[in-house]
């Protein structure tokens, strides 16, 4: 009788210490089976602007024509500031404020989309001289943009700015068509000032190659310039120094600006 009690009661253990492993390890393996909680990604946040441009800027110079009929006021406004003869002999009159807005884009960047720059060819082709293995850069290439640094150096920079508020609803909307729906424009108006700020002052002759139909600068870091830096390069050192004159006035007046 003793013999069969104990026999029962280890049988019984045995059936709880099956039951309870059965139990423990379908539990495990659900867990281990069941996928892992998704993530909340949160959304990004909205990029910070750097350089606002003062609340109320359109309303100051009353009401904003649309986008598609804003050329012919944009260029009535900066001729009125800037001398009409002066300004048609330089500036492409059509779709203004989409060709200003690619135009700053681009500047910082290692290539420009000449065909949609806001002003007109240079006149004249491009010199260069002495010989084809020692060619450098002709100074008379310099008096090809004369008519465009007298226009800048002639500009007044507070009416201009101004101007520039008044009608920025219109360069911010067409900067978000451009691709940069969470962008602004003056934010990449002031980067593109800053970049032509750091174009290098050169003395002396610039060598170039030409290793196909166009010239190049001869020196790497030079042709490894942006599209604008290589610009100032091009005009010459005493109308680089008057367009960066006038740049760091320009900046000082769009940069950091605050509601009020």
């Known amino acids: 009788m003793q013999k069969w009690i104990w026999w029962v009661s280890g049988a019984v253990v045995v059936v709880c210490a099956v039951v309870l492993w059965l139990s423990w390890r379908a539990t495990h393996h659900a867990a281990?089976?069941?996928p892992p909680a998704a993530a909340t990604i949160a959304p990004p946040p909205e990029p910070a602007i750097s350089n606002p441009v003062p609340e109320g800027g359109a309303s100051a110079g009353g009401p904003l024509p649309p986008l598609e009929?804003?050329?012919q006021p944009l260029h009535d406004a900066l001729a009125e500031i800037s001398g009409g003869k002066a300004l048609d002999a330089v500036l492409r009159p059509?779709?203004?404020?989409?060709?200003?807005?690619?135009?700053?884009?681009n500047l910082p960047r290692k290539r420009l989309a000449i065909e949609l720059r806001p002003v007109k060819p240079v006149p004249g082709p491009f010199m260069a001289t002495g010989e084809e293995s020692a060619a450098t850069l002709d100074p008379a290439n310099y008096e090809r943009y004369t008519p465009y640094v007298r226009l800048a150096q002639s500009l007044d920079v507070q009416r201009f700015t101004a101007l520039y508020f008044h009608y920025y609803p219109l360069f911010q909307q067409a900067?978000?068509?451009?691709?940069?729906?969470?962008?602004?424009?003056?934010?990449?108006?002031?980067a593109a000032i800053d970049d032509a700020l750091a174009a290098p002052d050169l003395k002396g002759p610039v060598a170039l190659v030409r290793p196909n139909v166009m010239y190049q600068y001869a020196d790497p870091k030079l042709e490894a310039l942006s599209s604008g830096q290589k610009l100032l390069l091009r005009i010459g050192p005493d109308n680089?120094?008057?367009i960066k004159a006038k740049l760091r006035e320009l900046r000082a007046a769009v940069a950091k600006q605050h509601p009020g």
């Open 175 to 190: 900067y978000q068509n451009l691709g940069y729906p969470n962008g602004y424009f003056n934010d990449r108006l002031v």
């Open 240 to 242: 680089e120094a008057t």
């Open 32 to 34: 281990s089976a069941a």
């Open 94 to 105: 059509e779709m203004l404020v989409r060709h200003i807005v690619v135009t700053i884009d």
């Open 69 to 71: 009929g804003s050329d």
